[in-house]
Structure formats: structure tokens, C-alpha cells
């Protein structure tokens, strides 16, 4: 026996205006860096749906409370550190300019700082150029 599912089984639990307002952005914010040599920043959808075959809850996506865009930077070393290059880790949220965050996200976003990430929150490819220390053309 096979489930039937709806196109958005939890299409209730959304609201898809700014949903669709943080997903353009996020695709205009994509485009804009994407082909920057020294960065490469990932789409982190996370969330919950029902398995098809057993009607559990599945969550995917890297952590609850991780932010839209994840990945990392290349950065060099200053000399007295050898000269090296390494790949610092990047993770930034999108909102819509009324968009919150939500305690999760604070705590995922204070953390990876903490820890010597780079954080944000962009509500404009101006604010994702900031956050990475980018010139912007």
C-alpha cells in the first residue's frame, strides 16, 4: 500500500509570500557570488516532511537553526602564519526586510562566530558583500 501525497503536504505551515520573497533574494544573492574563486557558499534547506512510505517525520538539512547559505571562504595567512591559505567556514541568513530571526538561528549564528566563522544576515546582495568583506561592483 502506497501513500498519497499532496505537491506541499505542509503547505499550511508556510507562509509562502515571504517564503517566496527570501527564496528570490537568496537566488539573486547566489548569482551574484557565484563565481567569486575564493567563496562557495551552499543552499541549506532545512526542515521537516513525512516519509512516504511510513508517515514519520524526516528532518534534513545541516542543523535546526542553520542558515540558507552555508560554505566557506578562502583566506590567506599572514606571514608570520606561514603563508597558507585555509577555507573559513561562511554562514549567513536571509531575510526579507521585516524578516526575524528565530531562536535557533541566533544561537547557530552567535555559535559559528564564536568559533571564528563568518556570520549575517542579508536582506541585500549589498549586505552579503559586506558581510564577507567584498568590493561590490
Not at 549567513?92 to 526586510?97: A, V
Not at 559586506?130 to 568590493?135: C, G, Q, W
Request: aromatic residues 8%; positive net charge; contains cysteine.
Amino acid at each position: 500500500m502506497f501513500l498519497k501525497l499532496q505537491p506541499y503536504p505542509c503547505k499550511w505551515l508556510y507562509n509562502w509570500s515571504v517564503s517566496n520573497n527570501e527564496t528570490k533574494l537568496q537566488q539573486e544573492i547566489r548569482l551574484a557570488i557565484g563565481k567569486m574563486p575564493t567563496l562557495r557558499l551552499f543552499r541549506n534547506q532545512v526542515g521537516q516532511l513525512p516519509d512516504p512510505r511510513t508517515g514519520r517525520p524526516v528532518q534534513f538539512g545541516l542543523a535546526k537553526g542553520s542558515s540558507d547559505l552555508i560554505g566557506f571562504k578562502k583566506v590567506k595567512i599572514t606571514e608570520d602564519m606561514i603563508g597558507q591559505e585555509i577555507a573559513q567556514f561562511v554562514s549567513i541568513e536571509i531575510k526579507t526586510e521585516k524578516g526575524k530571526l528565530t531562536p535557533q538561528q541566533k544561537n547557530w549564528l552567535t555559535f559559528i562566530s564564536q568559533s571564528g566563522g563568518i556570520t549575517g544576515v542579508a536582506r541585500s546582495i549589498k549586505d552579503v558583500f559586506n558581510i564577507l568583506s567584498l568590493k561590490h561592483n
